[in-house]
């Protein structure tokens, strides 16, 4: 199996799939961490969420985020990361975290790593569509915060 | 002639221009940053009703492998991407 599996997709996230080959024989713990459409938000009431993502560099950046935290707690940690794209009523899987380690520390520490980057470097956008027919993109984290470049 | 294809994510989406992409014809290799300048011109023309300042300054062009940098230059003819803001998980 592979040491690292990113995907971005419309797919609902089947968990057994997901749950199957994310370990090895020599690791003693696995970590999964699912994020799901919340509610509320802001004191509004969430009725779904759509999610937009340019796929090719999402999962690119999935699977360097997983690379990193790779070199912080263990080369042989495995990793399973899936993220939903299109229109999630409430209570749905948005995200998918998997991490399989020798210990528990590492797989724990790999995937809040894992996901406190996606937050903010994975091209992943979340529109909410609320009571009433409102809809917001949510405000996030601005790529481009090194760059310097003219305001036009 | 290049011809530029950027793909629309996220709040550009709602920019009230119809396609989910903008084409750009350029007479020749141009920077990250000269792009810029002809991608708000052209969504200027095609979403004129759209506040985008902003945003395009929150925002980072790209390909499909890495974000590009403000001197980085466009030779030929490709597909980018702008990418407002993030916000997954």
Same mark, same amino acid.
């Given at each position: 199996?592979?040491?690292?599996?990113?995907?971005?997709?419309?797919?609902?996230?089947?968990?057994?799939?997901?749950?199957?080959?994310?370990?090895?024989?020599?690791?003693?713990?696995?970590?999964?961490?699912?994020?799901?459409?919340?509610?509320?938000?802001?004191?509004?009431?969430?009725?779904?969420?759509?999610?937009?993502?340019?796929?090719?560099?999402?999962?690119? #950046?999935? @699977?360097?985020?997983? %690379? /990193?935290?790779?070199?912080?707690? *263990?080369?042989?940690? &495995?990793? =399973?990361?899936?993220?939903? #794209?299109? @229109?999630?009523?409430? %209570? /749905?899987?948005?995200?998918?975290? *998997?991490?399989?380690? &020798?210990? =528990?520390?590492?797989?724990?520490?790999?995937?809040?790593?894992?996901? /406190?980057?996606?937050?903010?470097?994975?091209?992943?956008?979340?529109?909410?569509?609320?009571?009433?027919?409102?809809?917001?993109?949510?405000?996030?984290?601005?790529?481009?915060?090194?760059?310097?470049?003219?305001?036009? | 002639?290049?011809?530029?294809?950027?793909?629309?994510?996220?709040?550009?989406?709602?920019?009230?221009?119809?396609?989910?992409?903008?084409?750009?014809?350029?007479?020749?290799?141009?920077?990250?940053?000269?792009?810029?300048?002809?991608?708000?011109?052209?969504?200027?023309?095609?979403?004129?009703?759209?506040?985008?300042?902003?945003?395009?300054?929150?925002?980072?062009?790209?390909?499909?492998?890495?974000?590009?940098?403000?001197?980085?230059?466009?030779?030929?003819?490709?597909?980018?991407?702008?990418?407002?803001?993030?916000?997954?998980?």
């Amino acid at each position: 199996m592979e040491q690292v599996v990113c995907r971005v997709s419309e797919a609902p996230i089947d968990l057994a799939r997901f749950v199957s080959g994310l370990g090895a024989p020599g690791h003693g713990a696995q970590n999964l961490f699912f994020g799901a459409v919340r509610e509320t938000n802001h004191g509004k009431r969430v009725l779904a969420v759509s999610y937009d993502a340019f796929a090719p560099l999402a999962e690119a #950046t999935l @699977r360097d985020i997983c %690379g /990193e935290a790779a070199g912080r707690w *263990g080369e042989d940690l &495995r990793f =399973r990361v899936l993220h939903r #794209t299109g @229109r999630l009523g409430v %209570g /749905e899987l948005s995200v998918a975290i *998997g991490v399989s380690s &020798r210990h =528990r520390e590492e797989s724990y520490q790999a995937s809040r790593y894992v996901i /406190e980057e996606l937050k903010k470097r994975a091209p992943i956008w979340k529109k909410e569509h609320y009571e009433g027919g409102e809809t917001e993109w949510l405000k996030g984290h601005a790529l481009c915060q090194g760059h310097q470049h003219e305001r036009v | 002639m290049i011809q530029v294809k950027v793909e629309l994510y996220g709040a550009f989406r709602n920019c009230g221009w119809t396609e989910r992409e903008v084409d750009i014809s350029l007479s020749g290799p141009v920077t990250v940053a000269e792009l810029r300048r002809a991608f708000a011109e052209r969504l200027g023309e095609l979403a004129p009703g759209f506040s985008f300042e902003r945003l395009l300054g929150d925002s980072a062009f790209a390909n499909d492998t890495r974000l590009l940098e403000p001197n980085d230059r466009i030779e030929a003819s490709c597909r980018l991407a702008i990418l407002p803001p993030v916000c997954g998980g």
